[in-house]
């Protein structure tokens, strides 16, 4: 793997010392209409969302509004006001992809405002296309078993009906955004890029003359965002993940504006580590899988994780073992891997 582009450039030098002092950075002007806004996620470890509040005199549209609770309602709406703009003065809500952390006010904020609400083209809510929660929380069960998770922690690794029902409580898009289309706001005509991988509809925005790019999960600077093989969704999402990566891997002159962490410059770069990443991981598996690990669950077990196995409980259980079942699959539809017996990855 060729790493040789330049190296990122931190530009979210308050953003990148808040995250380390584990404090909310300031709100932020990025450039001429372009406004960064730290919105709670509570009780998770990646602490708050960055919204993107893109305005100018006629329009206010809010990119990945961030998690639904009153401390981040009161957060965002305080921003707004310090912007001249008020709660029912918002025109449009972009959600880079469907996650309560970034999807998650959008109904509050629509409610509130008659604002529209866009997704991605391809961005299928399909962890709430169900008919019965209790149904489908049963079935996620058997899905973990399947996966070889003990008995004693299925209930911690499927889905409840009390989440599954929250995500159906997510806002449903009046707008769908993919390739080819372009958003007006702030003076800046933002390019549509569909990056599926994250999620199978991710979407980022590029201001190409301004030289920005809202890139919500796809790619952060320091951590490697989680690609799962989750209940309906992509069936090769490892594999449409590095597809996306390589789309984006030019214009390292573009200062990207993450959701998570702090901005940076570097973007080919940082493109080009997170495939060697994933190459690294899909070795590890595949090295896992060669001494006869024979389920998700047990493979997951073998591999390394930067806080350690035992340290994962709950989501983060759920997340690693939704990655380490993606990481199988894109082997196996490499070639790489012929499955063993007992190894269940079925949707």
């Avoid at 730290?38 to 206010?60: Q, W």
């Avoid at 959600?95 to 991605?120: I, N, Y």
């Avoid at 070889?148 to 009906?161: I, K, L, W």
């Amino acid at each position: 793997m060729q790493t040789d582009a330049p190296a990122i450039t931190i530009t979210g030098t308050a953003q990148k010392e808040a995250w380390q002092r584990r404090v909310m950075p300031p709100i932020e002007l990025v450039a001429p209409g372009v406004n960064s806004v730290p919105v709670v996620f509570p009780d998770n470890p990646m602490r708050y969302t960055l919204s993107y509040v893109l305005v100018d005199g006629n329009e206010c549209v809010v990119v990945d509004p961030g998690f639904d609770s009153e401390e981040g309602h009161r957060q965002l709406l305080s921003a707004l006001a310090d912007l001249g703009v008020g709660p029912g003065e918002i025109t449009g809500i972009v959600a880079t992809h469907f996650h309560t952390d970034h999807l998650g006010m959008a109904a509050r904020l629509a409610r509130g405002s008659g604002a529209w609400v866009a997704l991605g083209r391809q961005e299928r809510r399909h962890i709430s296309a169900f008919e019965d929660a209790h149904e489908e929380s049963a079935l996620d069960q058997s899905r973990m078993l399947g996966w070889g998770v003990p008995h004693g922690r299925v209930a911690e690794a499927a889905m409840t009906p009390e989440g599954l029902l929250h995500m159906r409580q997510l806002a449903d898009p009046d707008r769908r955004l993919g390739d080819g289309d372009s958003l007006s706001v702030a003076g800046r005509t933002w390019r549509i890029m569909e990056t599926p991988g994250h999620t199978p509809g991710h979407i980022c925005l590029w201001d190409d003359n301004g030289e920005l790019v809202l890139s919500g999960d796809h790619i952060l600077p320091r951590i490697s965002p989680n690609v799962s093989l989750e209940i309906r969704g992509d069936t090769d999402p490892l594999r449409q993940n590095i597809a996306s990566l390589r789309r984006i891997a030019g214009n390292d002159h573009y200062e990207v504006c993450p959701a998570h962490e702090y901005r940076f410059r570097g973007v080919g770069h940082r493109a080009r580590v997170l495939e060697e990443h994933i190459a690294e991981r899909s070795r590890e598996v595949l090295h896992v899988l060669g001494k006869g690990a024979p389920t998700v669950h047990e493979v997951a077990r073998r591999l390394t994780w930067s806080r350690g196995w035992e340290s994962l409980g709950q989501l983060q259980f759920r997340l690693a073992l939704s990655e380490t079942a993606a990481h199988i699959r894109y082997l196996v539809t490499s070639g790489a891997h012929a499955g063993v017996p007992g190894l269940v990855l079925a949707d």
